[in-house]
Nanobody, 122 residues
Framework: QVQLVESGGGLVQAGGSLRLSCAAS????????MGWFRQAPGKEREFVAA????????YYTDSVKGRFTIARDKAKNTVYLQMNSLKPEDTAVYYC???????????????WGQGTQVTVSD
């Protein structure tokens, strides 16, 4: 079992920044790949970013490349999503998730956090 708790969401103006955190407990954190997903109202949950178990490789959806950065701190059992140059279309509930292997597919992730709201105003 892995328990995930997100934090760091909020309201920000376009062009601003936020850093999301996801604290993991339970199963050994270093044995799981981690991902961030988001879901806007009326839309399906979509992949945002992922990081391998070692932290050596990261992956992003095209719309956030160059603006978002995923990172993990093994000592703190935490994964982060640094979001810069935010746009109104980034508004969504953001979820972190854990999987045995890095993936962009929601069905490959076994554990999910409760989500944190990110709202970007014009």
């Amino acid at each position: 079992q892995v328990q995930l708790v997100e934090s760091g969401g909020g309201l920000v103006q376009a062009g601003g920044s936020l850093r999301l955190s996801c604290a993991a407990s339970g199963r050994t954190f270093s044995s799981t790949a981690m991902g961030w997903f988001r879901q806007a109202p009326g839309k399906e949950r979509e992949f945002v970013a992922a990081i391998t178990r070692s932290g050596g490789n990261t992956y992003y959806t095209d719309s956030v490349k160059g603006r978002f950065t995923i990172a993990r701190d093994k000592a703190k059992n935490t994964v982060y999503l640094q979001m810069n140059s935010l746009k109104p279309e980034d508004t969504a509930v953001y979820y972190c998730a854990a999987a045995g292997i890095v993936s962009y597919r929601t069905q490959d992730y076994n554990y999910w956090g409760q989500g944190t709201q990110v709202t970007v105003s014009d």
